[in-house]
């Protein structure tokens, strides 16, 4: 027998030594792809014989590509290596507020002489997010410069910023795909009775309808009555602002099913000739009638297209210095963990950590908080509270600007700011607590494992390998029942309402911002430019910059993190090693879920999270 775990431990041993070798190797093969790649951008003649010329007059080319986020996630330089080696490609990330600035920036250059929106790469986005960039094409537009569509398809999101162009151009074979809004959910009871499987629920609110998956086959009536309000909210903003901007009544754009049969049959299924006799589309061009158009509206390149700059390399010359007086802005995007942040998570003591440094910064005179969050972790939604307190405490106003979504904790770390700001869109409330244990004792049974043992107290061996005993059940349902009371009671004083008020629009209901403002959960609807407004005018100040607080790389991080992104263009390893679409959507899937468990860390076990307020499809 000691010559087996010999044997197995001189194996793992070298298992060990194989692993470190291949990871080191790995490194050892960027770094030298780094350095090739520096030489090559040092070296190459069309770098360094390049001369400085004067811009030419060309179109704003807006090809948004992925995803548009409030801020980039925080991926480890590692990992970020990792994932493109084996094919998980790393979806590259466009900020809002950078979006919103270059359109503004154009708007003012005399070297654009219009615009092009080019974004069938564009992923769907929330309405929120979609109405600050479509003021930012109004303000461009107002400026006399014309604003052009086109593409060969237009999903949802795509379609909306569409619709501010002054003409839309698409394929003769393309469609416009308008599926309105959902929340639509697995169900996994009758699975989990299958297996064996025991879900504990403790929450507290008619409506917090997470847990139902969980314990249910079908959506409550409950969940189905407060979802269909603000879905339809939601896709009637949508509707009316496209109406307004094509001149076209709403019920051309949400017809029903038969409207839209007879619609499609007068055009022998053609779609994209449906989508112009609607007055969706302008003109059905070709890629070379379209090109032609383009160069003759904003001039040619002389080589079958026209003068435009990628709004990924346009760079206006502007230089501005910090002013003596700043207003901080922290963005808390994601889902809110307890701990340090994590890749697309809201880290409690992240988040605080930069509060607190604005706090402590002389030059900084109010700070805006920026909330795209469903919520999460109890405790780390206050902790990141604390330091708004905190701050507000030390003399300097807090603002907070909710975008899509700031919903239960989302809601928690918004309550104690001087003001909250929402857009109409904005998905916010629920206000509840839940807890969630699953537990495998009948499954394991089934197989004849038992846990079995003494503990000196009730709590001892409770885990997933043992029944839960119904009074460590009840002490678990009091504590969210408390937690509950503190979140109304913390917004009753808060927001100047009483629990009872507070608790009638609670109970885990979601409010869209205009909803939430009847009610008293924010102080008035604006976007992120009139929190900014707001939180000068609290602290008094009329010259200002902003302070965007963020937790940076360290600089080998960064090193690492860019030297590996050139690399991986140049090389172009992330399209050339590529997982099956099948499977990596799955295993994109996967991770997802993976993640969410790892979000699920309080460690009161007492969460305020709505991962339901999602209603738009990526």
Request: net charge negative; hydrophobic share 40%.
């Amino acid at each position: 027998m000691k010559t087996l775990f010999k044997f197995f431990g001189t194996l793992l041993k070298w298992c060990w030594k194989i692993l470190g070798f291949a990871r080191q190797l790995v490194l050892n093969l960027f770094f030298i792809a780094a350095i090739v790649l520096v030489y090559y951008v040092v070296t190459d003649d069309h770098v360094t014989s390049q001369q400085p010329k004067e811009q030419p007059v060309q179109a704003l080319l807006l090809d948004i590509s992925g995803p548009i986020v409030e801020k980039q996630r925080r991926i480890d330089p590692y990992d970020f290596a990792t994932r493109n080696l084996f094919g998980q490609q790393v979806e590259f990330e466009n900020v809002l507020f950078d979006i919103v600035e270059q359109i503004r920036d154009a708007a003012k250059d005399d070297n654009i002489n219009g615009m092009v929106l080019s974004l069938s790469d564009m992923s769907e986005t929330s309405l929120t997010k979609l109405r600050y960039i479509a003021k930012a094409i109004n303000e461009f537009k107002a400026t006399g410069k014309p604003v052009v569509a086109i593409g060969g398809h237009y999903n949802q999101s795509q379609y909306y910023l569409a619709s501010y162009a002054d003409k839309i151009y698409m394929a003769p074979d393309g469609a416009v795909l308008l599926r309105g809004y959902g929340s639509f959910n697995l169900y996994f009871k009758d699975l989990l009775d299958k297996l064996d499987i025991t879900t504990h629920v403790f929450r507290v609110g008619t409506y917090k309808s997470f847990v139902e998956p969980y314990t249910r086959t079908e959506m409550s009536e409950e969940a189905r009555e407060a979802s269909s309000v603000w879905l339809n909210q939601l896709w009637g903003a949508y509707v009316e602002d496209v109406a307004s901007n094509r001149e076209l009544s709403v019920e051309k754009l949400s017809p029903d099913t038969q409207t839209l049969l007879d619609e499609l049959k007068a055009v022998n299924g053609d779609f994209a000739q449906l989508s112009q006799r609607l007055g969706l589309v302008d003109e059905l061009l070709t890629r070379q009638q379209i090109r032609t158009k383009l160069a003759e509206a904003f001039g040619s390149d002389g080589e079958d297209s026209f003068n435009y700059v990628s709004v990924y390399d346009y760079s206006p010359l502007k230089f501005t210095l910090p002013k003596a007086d700043q207003i901080a802005v922290v963005v808390a995007s994601g889902a809110i963990v307890d701990g340090f942040e994590s890749e697309g998570t809201v880290g409690g003591d992240t988040t605080a950590s930069l509060l607190r440094d604005a706090r402590l910064n002389a030059a900084v005179k109010a700070v805006v908080l920026r909330v795209d969050s469903p919520g999460g972790s109890a405790f780390a939604s206050e902790v990141i509270r604390n330091e708004v307190e905190a701050l507000k405490e030390a003399g300097k106003p807090v603002v907070v600007s909710m975008s899509s979504v700031a919903a239960s904790g989302g809601y928690w770390i918004s309550t104690s700011a001087n003001r909250i700001l929402a857009q109409p869109t904005t998905i916010t409330g629920s206000i509840g607590i839940f807890g969630i244990l699953t537990t495998f004792e009948d499954a394991l049974a089934k197989y004849g494992v038992y846990n079995d043992g003494i503990g000196t107290t009730p709590f001892a061996g409770v885990g997933v390998t043992r029944a839960l005993p119904e009074g460590v059940a009840n002490i678990m349902q009091l504590g969210i029942e408390n937690g509950y009371q503190r979140f109304i009671g913390l917004v009753a004083s808060q927001r100047n309402l009483s629990i009872e008020d507070v608790d009638q629009i609670a109970q885990g209901r979601v409010w869209t911002g205009y909803d939430a403002m009847k009610r008293g959960l924010v102080d008035q609807l604006g976007d992120f430019d009139d929190a900014i407004a707001v939180a000068a005018e609290l602290a008094q100040i009329d010259d200002y910059s902003l302070n965007w607080l963020e937790e940076p790389l360290t600089p080998a991080q960064q090193f690492i993190y860019d030297m590996i992104s050139q690399t991986m263009v140049k090389l172009d390893i992330g399209a050339n090693i590529r997982l099956p679409s099948a499977v990596q959507h799955f295993a994109n899937t996967a991770a997802t879920e993976i993640n969410n468990l790892n979000n699920f860390n309080d460690p009161n076990g007492q969460y305020a999270l709505c991962p339901n307020c999602s209603y738009y499809e990526n």
